[in-house]
């Protein structure tokens, strides 16, 4: 009898203590979503009824007339950002109050992806960005270019081989995938691989395993974020162990080979180990009229002496492979989401393809070969940095980012009143929400390279596709290069049109923790025999 009484009193108890804290923001007198018991705003992502992105962001469209509003992440209360000035102030003027991104994970459970920038905190993440910061300046960019020139230069000539002047059908997330792996195994780790030919050779298949954001990955990694210290406190890592082993084994080989034989390359192991020995320096002089890879390059924020702790920390072997290991997934995720969406945009709208494809010819007439760009020449092309830029916009890989706030924050909302965040609690930012704001880019689902002709009319601080402030997304630069680079030997060989299994208009898949096509990229592949 006391067991039928017991039970029903558990659950009510259990009930109760779900929604104790959901009164949070009514006694602030602040908007927010109604949460839903035990699960707060997130019910929707459970149940796979919308992407993330979009549960994250659901106050933004509901609530158009204040800075911020309230969020529950299960029963934690948390903030999501709707005002773009608020954003940039909170990320570069106010800093030291959002030092930190949300997630807690393990060193020892995630010895790369615990050490790489974007989890990294306090101390040990401005120890990090600071020595990081000169790897990714335009000159360092342009002296890593001839790798990648070269990876895809080969890429795209076995792939008109393979063509035999023939239209071919192909699902482009997996080719651009292999021309990123290749690449960025070439730049990341210093080893020359070719993911067409050899499709499964290890760094292919590790490359996957690491830059996997969906299924059980993807899943961890959103946790992460919706759990912060869950996966630290039961010590589990996000990456598969036998990808944390490979890398890690494959960075300390490569190290003691270098200098054992006192090897020199324009790549990031190279780099790093200068950052090492302290010899890696921003070359200013250098760097004139090369700072900036594009419109969507942000402003290089530099941290000041008061930001150091002061605390000196070395920069050891899994360091070094937790920072290439980072690249090499930013190279390859990123890059391949920008790329299979500007393909796809190209394939569905002709006019603007032919035009871009007129400037790639237009700047190879200028070339010496005829074929082999440079980075000054990516540099000065108007409308692929358009293309880019709008598909960036339109199609933002990653479309929310988060802070902690590590000290109270208090600012003044629109209508005049007084909100104070307190230290500890979360907040979001909807990038993708701001960029598909009709008050900030007319008729925003509309693809429209046009909208960048004249920059002074583009909203500069709702565009943020790499973030900004301090913790912008340092790989920005590179992003960058590597995606015209391949756009530019793509469309210098191929015209691109839409496949009979493409989906028109793309539909998105919903439980991938980035941005993905539900049926793939099947674009049809035209030889172009010039």
């Known amino acids: 009898m006391l067991l039928l009484w017991a039970l029903p009193l558990a659950l009510y108890l259990l009930y109760r203590w779900s929604i104790a804290t959901y009164d949070y923001f009514e006694k602030r007198n602040i908007p927010y979503v109604k949460p839903v018991p035990f699960f707060g705003q997130v019910w929707s992502f459970f149940t796979q009824e919308k992407h993330a992105v979009d549960v994250a962001s659901e106050g933004y469209y509901m609530f158009p007339n204040t800075r911020i509003s309230g969020v529950f992440i299960l029963r934690t209360p948390a903030y999501l950002v709707h005002d773009p000035v608020l954003y940039k102030q909170m990320a570069i003027t106010d800093f030291d109050h959002f030092t930190d991104h949300v997630s807690e994970l393990s060193v020892e459970q995630d010895p790369l992806l615990a050490r790489s920038l974007f989890f990294t905190r306090g101390a040990r993440w401005r120890h990090h960005r600071t020595g990081l910061s000169p790897a990714f300046t335009g000159s360092k960019m342009r002296n890593m270019f001839s790798l990648l020139s070269k990876s895809a230069s080969d890429a795209m000539e076995r792939l008109v081989l393979f063509s035999r002047s023939e239209p071919i059908s192909m699902e482009l997330r997996d080719l651009y995938s292999r021309l990123g792996n290749d690449a960025m195994s070439s730049i990341s780790f210093g080893v020359e691989v070719d993911s067409l030919t050899d499709r499964d050779n290890e760094f292919f298949i590790k490359g996957n395993r690491l830059a996997k954001v969906d299924g059980l990955p ?238 002074t009319q583009i909203n500069q601080d709702a565009y943020v596709p790499f973030g900004t402030g301090h913790r912008n997304c340092i790989g920005s630069r590179l992003a960058l290069m590597q995606a015209k680079c391949f756009l530019f030997y793509m469309l210098s060989n191929f015209a691109i049109e839409p496949g009979p299994k493409l989906t028109i208009p793309i539909v998105l898949d919903e439980t991938s923790a980035g941005l993905n096509a539900k049926h793939g990229f099947w674009m049809t592949l035209i030889p172009r025999n010039i």
């Not at 082993?245 to 054992?260: C, G, L």
């Not at 540099?379 to 916009?393: A, C, G, I, N």
């Not at 199609?395 to 003044?412: E, I, L, S």
């Open 218 to 455: 993807g899943l961890k990694i959103l946790m992460s974020a919706i759990v912060p210290g869950l996966f630290k406190f039961l010590r589990i890592g996000i990456l598969y162990q036998d990808v944390n082993d490979f890398y890690t084994e494959a960075v300390s080989t490569n190290i003691r080979y270098r200098e054992k034989n006192a090897l020199k390359r324009p790549d990031f192991i190279h780099l790093l180990l200068q950052v090492r020995k302290n010899e890696l320096n921003c070359e200013q002089t250098d760097d004139e009229g090369l700072d900036s890879a594009g419109f969507s390059t942000p402003e290089t924020h530099t941290l000041h002496k008061s930001d150091d702790p002061g605390e000196k920390l070395e920069w050891r072997d899994i360091d070094i492979t937790a920072a290439a290991a980072s690249f090499f997934f930013g190279g390859i995720e990123t890059t391949t989401t920008l790329l299979c969406f500007a393909s796809y945009e190209l394939a569905v709208n002709p006019s603007i393809q032919a035009r871009l494809r007129a400037e790639i010819d237009l700047a190879r007439e200028e070339l010496e070969d005829g074929i082999t760009p440079t980075y000054e020449v990516l540099q000065k092309m108007k409308y692929m940095d358009m293309v880019v830029s709008e598909t960036l916009r339109r199609w933002t890989p990653f479309g929310t980012t988060n802070r902690r706030c590590t000290k109270d924050y208090t600012f003044t909302n629109y209508d005049g009143t007084q909100i104070t965040i307190e230290k500890g609690l979360n907040i979001s930012i909807p990038l993708k929400a701001f960029h598909l704001d009709e008050k900030y880019f007319p008729d925003p689902l509309r693809f429209d390279p046009e909208r960048f002709s004249d920059l």
